[in-house]
């Protein structure tokens, strides 16, 4: 991967030829996508969404032992007021009874910093952000108003390297760059790598002086994996993984999130490294390997039933592994199909429209077709190759599932809605309100301290769901009593009609 | 917190934020963003953590039509996008009156947003645009320019006044997490005085009612600091005088409020006492019941206030002069000159009870804690010692973990309010402050 010696990752437009505007069948996705006239497309007609510094926060404020430094207008890193309810909850259940919360800071850009350049305010941030908190890393993240005068925040970081502690991580995260916004994963590892990842091998873990220390840290380093956790997960997710992964005798370096700075200056010396989404975790573990050697499994998420079992042949392929993996798979599935026998009933045939991050959003509809429920539409937050595999499955259980990219976008969805008129609606933070206000039951697809993830996750979405369709009131009596802010005659129009660039 | 610095984790919105959250909470109002992509989620992530869950409202939220300018139209402007976006907003979205708001994004690169909003007005749309980039400062700044141009250029003008009609301003949606709560209990208050109030953003509030602000007899701003320029355009554009009031609860700072305001209507004295001595019956009706507890478990408590200008010193004062606490320290958190910080001295300095509260200017939670410490002593292993014990700390979310730190109770009053669901609750005035000492002596009590 040559991307390493730029300052700044490539945008996913780029790099994947990701896009966020389509509408249609997964059948038609998938062959498109594949013909590759899905990009240069747009809306006439867009709502507010989500730009790359807001993943990018929310990662970041949940390492440990780090400041991270929001390089904008006052108002840049404002979600990290509720984001940072996340990171409480993380260093709560890790045993930290009066946690602090994210720790983060903005420069506050005021219009005569505008004038005359916010570089000098950022390195007096800081060279202060050092000495206050003494933190392992300080990570300086980019918005909009310093991408567009210009200010030099490698530069910066640079220029302080000596005069400062901490490890310091410029992040290019400008909201006008990309209109993706997984571009912001890119981003937070590219500059991992280039400061932090060096494959030196000086560190703690490996200074051992008698032979058999050398040798017992050499078995640990066979078994030790990297574990690309992603912030949607929750604790109880995160604990299932390491639980499956435990069983097959390997130990977990977790990382990015709520990972300490020196996960990341360990990750080299694993044996194998393991994504839990392929449009998070690629562009990380294929430099790992390049660089490093460090073998990697990323096509499946572990959402879904099948889907945590493949994952787990997949790594256990990889480790030689594979006879304890199927005696784990074979146990594990069936405790899991006792379990769920009394739950099924109520979701057969149940319709669900579901809408998230692209693997997530697709992954999630492969589990609920398993439990036997009935998948209306698709709404990925942004499509391209990675999603290939789970549309093929949901491809094949009915290609004409609708699908609709678009990074919320809930003008889309209402209509949508009004059209198909699902049971549940399974979506993202913040987007949850539009489906609700159309009376029709949520689950929250990710979040709220619940698990998703594994074989126990699956559980636990076909028990939530289940709990959720036994009384939709609070959701009718809203639809009945608010307005959506869209004239009346939208349902009758195309969903799609805003989309432009279709040939 | 000078501009020349950082602010760590800060207590307001940007002025974009502000700005959005004033235009949806107002009757009917669609706000269009002239923004890059993220700005949108960004405010609604952060109104929902500091804002008491403030969820998104007829047309906020992930739902407000935003132009999303992309790094082409930053090179080339983005004016073209935006002339689109208006289009396809009015075509599509349901809405009496569009706000165009820019972020920092269409500022720096200087898009004459007005040549769109002449375009659509001369086609008869009810059309606006208001400067409001983050970078041009707080979230109150926002608040205040939004209202700005809705005073100068919607409201329309009328020759003859209307007695005893009134503008009520200086409460900041979003800003104040209790803004609903607190603006109807001012607003009934005044009513009870026989007043017409226009106060925007009440569900007794309409689009109507606002442009036909224009015949108030007087503006009347509940605060020393916030909606300033918008008093001043109400006063230059159509010759309505303000009064400006400390942001009044509890008993004693209502009081002197409502004579101020009916001072100023010329109202007759009569009408003005009667309602301070009925509001204050029924205030006591309920502080009866509850002084046996006050008494019998000891519930007085030394206090730390922090929170913004309207806060800090209405909180203050409340538990000074009226709940006989002890507030031995209070925080302001906004950034304000010189010359404001006097009117917040003078509100601690005449405080009735003369309690010797100690002020402090300062958002830093950082720096805070250092402030509190000088005032606090801290605990030493001697017998005799006089501490902040029992202590209770009024402010943000922010303090919670320093409240518990020194074992102190704890409330969140002031941005950014991410551990309590706010609906309809306030703390203006009479009524209000019975709602302040429920929830501060609630906090009290689930220790029992
Ligand atoms: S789009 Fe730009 S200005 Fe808006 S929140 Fe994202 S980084 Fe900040």
Redesign the interface.
């Known amino acids: 991967m040559t991307y390493i010696e730029l300052k700044v990752a490539p945008r996913r437009e780029e790099r994947l030829g990701t896009c966020i505007e389509f509408g249609g069948t997964v059948g038609e996705v998938h062959r498109q996508f594949c013909g590759g006239c899905l990009k240069n497309r747009s809306r006439s007609f867009s709502q507010g969404t989500i730009c790359q510094l807001l993943p990018a926060t929310a990662i970041l404020t949940s390492l440990q032992d780090s400041v991270v430094i929001v390089h904008g207008a006052v108002g840049c890193g404002g979600a990290v007021h509720s984001q940072g309810a996340s990171v409480r909850l993380g260093q709560f259940n890790s045993g930290d009874k009066n946690p602090k919360g994210a720790l983060w800071l903005s420069t506050n850009l005021s219009e005569s910093d505008v004038v005359s350049g916010g570089e000098e305010k950022l390195k007096r941030a800081i060279i202060e952000a050092d000495k206050r908190y003494r933190p392992s890393a300080i990570i300086v993240l980019s918005t909009c108003v310093p991408g567009i005068i210009g200010d030099d925040i490698d530069g910066a970081a640079d220029a302080l390297k000596e005069q400062v502690a901490a490890t310091i991580l410029p992040i290019h995260c400008e909201g006008f760059k990309t209109k993706i916004m997984a571009t912001a994963y890119d981003a937070i590892f590219h500059s991992f790598l280039r400061n932090m990842v060096d494959g030196n091998d000086e560190t703690e873990f490996a200074v051992y002086n008698n032979e058999a220390a050398v040798t017992a840290e050499k078995i640990r380093r066979s078994r030790l994996v990297n574990l690309l956790n992603v912030s949607s997960m929750t604790g109880p997710d995160q604990k299932e993984l390491t639980r499956l992964l435990n069983k097959l005798g390997l130990e977990v370096n977790m990382l990015p999130c709520d990972a300490h700075p020196d996960a990341f200056r360990l990750a080299p010396f694993a044996a194998l490294s393991i994504g839990v989404c392929p449009t998070h975790d690629d562009y990380f573990m294929s430099y790992l390997h390049e660089k490093f050697g460090v073998p990697f499994v990323g096509g499946q998420m572990p959402i879904g039933i099948e889907n945590t079992s493949l994952w787990l042949r997949q790594i256990a392929a990889k480790l030689g592994l594979e006879d304890a993996a199927e005696r784990i798979i074979q146990s594990e599935t069936e405790e899991l199909h006792r379990a769920l026998q009394p739950l099924l009933p109520n979701l057969k045939s149940k319709t669900a429209m579901l809408s998230a991050g692209e693997i997530r959003t697709l992954a999630t509809a492969v589990l609920l077709q398993e439990l036997g429920m009935e998948i209306l539409a698709v709404r990925p937050y942004h499509y391209d190759e990675f999603g290939g595999t789970e549309i093929s499955k949901l491809e094949k259980v009915n290609p004409k599932i609708r699908i609709n990219v678009a990074t919320a976008q809930p003008f889309e969805a209402v209509n949508l809605i009004y059209r198909t008129k699902p049971d549940i609606y399974i979506g993202h933070n913040s987007d949850n309100i539009w489906a609700a206000k159309c009376g029709v039951s949520i689950l929250p697809i990710y979040g709220t301290n619940s698990i998703y993830s594994g074989y126990a996750g699956a559980y636990d979405v076909a028990r939530r769901i289940e709990r959720h369709l036994k009384n939709p009131v609070f959701n009718e009596h809203l639809a009945k009593n608010v307005r959506q802010p869209y004239k009346e005659s939208w349902y009758a129009e195309d969903p799609f009609k805003y989309i432009k660039g279709v040939e | 917190?000078p501009?020349?610095?950082?602010?760590?984790?800060?207590r307001?919105?940007?002025?974009?934020?502000g700005a959005l959250l004033t235009a949806t909470a107002l009757p009917e109002v669609?706000p269009i963003?002239h923004?890059?992509?993220?700005?949108?989620?960004?405010?609604?992530?952060?109104q929902?953590?500091?804002t008491g869950y403030l969820?998104?409202g007829?047309?906020g939220?992930?739902?407000?039509?935003?132009?999303?300018?992309?790094?082409k139209?930053?090179i080339f402007g983005g004016l073209e996008r935006l002339e689109?976006?208006v289009?396809?907003?009015i075509?599509?979205?349901?809405?009496k009156l569009f706000i165009i708001l820019t972020?920092?994004?269409a500022d720096?690169?200087g898009d004459d947003v007005q040549s769109v909003v002449r375009q659509y007005r001369n086609e008869g749309i009810n059309i606006f645009g208001a400067e409001t980039?983050?970078?041009?400062?707080?979230?109150y700044k926002g608040h205040d320019t939004v209202l700005t141009v809705l005073a100068s250029e919607f409201i329309g003008q009328k020759k003859t006044k209307k007695k005893n009609k009134i503008n009520l301003l200086g409460i900041v949606p979003g800003q104040d997490a209790f803004w609903r709560g607190n603006l109807l209990k001012i607003r009934t208050l005044l009513e009870k005085l026989g007043l017409e109030v226009n106060s925007f953003f009440t569900q007794h509030d309409t689009l109507d009612s606002i442009q036909n602000a224009g015949d108030a007899e007087l503006t009347v701003t509940v605060s020393d600091f916030y909606a300033r320029k918008t008093a001043e355009a109400l006063q230059d554009v159509h010759h309505i005088p303000y009064v400006t009031n400390p942001f009044p609860i509890g008993p004693t700072a209502t009081e002197a409020f409502l004579k101020k305001v009916a001072e100023a209507l010329e109202l007759a004295p009569e009408t003005v006492n009667k309602v301070i001595v009925s509001e204050k019956e029924q205030y006591f009706h309920y502080i009866e019941r509850v002084a046996d507890a006050y008494n019998d478990l000891d519930w007085q408590r030394y206090a730390v206030v922090v929170g913004d200008a309207n806060y800090a010193p209405a909180i203050t004062k409340f538990l000074a002069d009226d709940f006989g606490w002890l507030p031995e320290l209070m925080v302001v958190t906004d950034d304000i000159d010189e010359e404001d910080k006097t009117k917040i001295n003078a509100v601690i300095e005449s405080l009735t009870s003369h309690y010797p509260a100690a002020v402090a200017y300062e958002s830093d939670p950082?720096e805070i804690k250092t402030h509190f410490w000088q005032v606090i002593p801290r605990r030493t292993d001697s017998l005799y010692q006089k501490t902040f014990s029992p202590g209770f700390v009024v402010g943000s979310h922010l303090e919670r973990?320093f409240a518990?730190?020194i074992g102190a109770g704890h409330l969140t009053v002031s941005y950014?309010v991410?551990n309590r669901i706010v609906l309809n609750r306030g703390y203006a005035g009479y009524d209000g402050s019975l709602s302040l000492i429920e929830d501060l002596l609630s906090v009290i009590a689930a220790q029992r």
């Open positions: 917190m501009d020349n610095r950082f602010i760590e984790r800060p307001s919105f940007c002025s974009l934020g669609v963003l923004t890059a992509m993220g700005c949108g989620g960004s405010i609604y992530w952060n929902y953590g500091s969820g998104a007829y047309c939220g992930l739902a407000v039509p935003s132009s999303n300018i992309q790094e139209d930053i689109e976006q289009r396809t907003t075509e599509l979205i349901d809405g972020g920092c994004t720096i690169i980039g983050g970078f041009h400062g707080s979230g950082t973990e518990a730190d950014p991410g």
